[in-house]
């Protein structure tokens, strides 16, 4: 393949307004994954968790890949996955090394399943390829309103445990010592976690899922030290990342992520790059204010 037919796979917008019209509902749930992507991304950074964010989505890919080979909702089975990932990290990996061995195991015996099912299913090999790497889909309005109203009730939840789940994540032994359940704020947000991670893999695959949790929050970490600039920020790069990936992989014959995966990493670089010309001018600037002034 040369360069051009390359380029032609990557960006072709031939017929791009009838296409577009076609995946109106899946640019909407693109838009409602990085909305709460962004926002459950926010304590996925502060809770150190983004290992377990894969851990979850290799169940969640085997849930998913047994769904598809029995015939089954394939959503349905990626949440089963998702959660019994999430409540077995919950209850059982209380310590942080213990968290991370449990993680380790969990991860390569789900993707086993998961590839032993993909392995015995006979059907489309796009469906196979879709499950690990996203694309993008006809949703139906049903389709949409469920993914919705699932979103809604996370994001809810989410914002009702917000005040001591922060206190928690911060600081963890103190809000022990002041009452707060630290043990149940966190079982009850890996579940939470594990609902995201299933419904963004359909957008972007169960390989490349980090791509919502992990790096809008990250690159907005990189920016500002502020709260509520970190959430609002991430949630923008985060819809950015899946709604611009969405527009840009109608116009190329390349699965969703690539394109999702490459806005979110070249925003996460340009909030890299920012943050370090703010911090080596602070630092700058610190300097200049404490050098002796020369006497007169």
Known sequence: MDLGNALNSIFNFENYGELLVLVQNSIWAGAVLGLLGGLMGTFVMKRDLAFAVHGISELSFAGAAFALLIGADIILGSLAGSITAALVLGVMGVRARDKNSIIGVIMPFGLGLGILFLSLYEGRA???????????????????????????????ALVAIWRPL???????????????????????????????????????????????LITPAAAALRVTSSPRLVVILSVVFAMTATVGGILLALGGRLPISPYVTTLSFLIYVACRVIGGIRT????????????????A
Do not use: C, H, Y
Request: glycine share 10%; proline share 4%.
């Open 166 to 212: 922060t206190f928690a994540s911060v600081d963890p032994d103190v809000a022990t010592a002041r009452g707060v359940p630290v043990r149940a704020l966190a079982i009850g947000f890996m579940v939470l976690l594990g609902i995201s991670v299933a419904l963004s893999i359909q957008i972007v695959g169960a390989l490349l899922v980090l791509a919502l």
């Open 280 to 295: 080596k001018r602070g630092i700058n600037g610190r300097v200049l204010r404490n050098s002796p002034v020369p006497a």
């Open 126 to 156: 796009a469906n196979k390829f879709g499950l690990l790497t996203g694309q993008i889909v006809s949703v139906g309005t049903v389709q949409l309103q469920v993914l919705a109203g699932v979103a809604v009730v996370v994001m809810l």
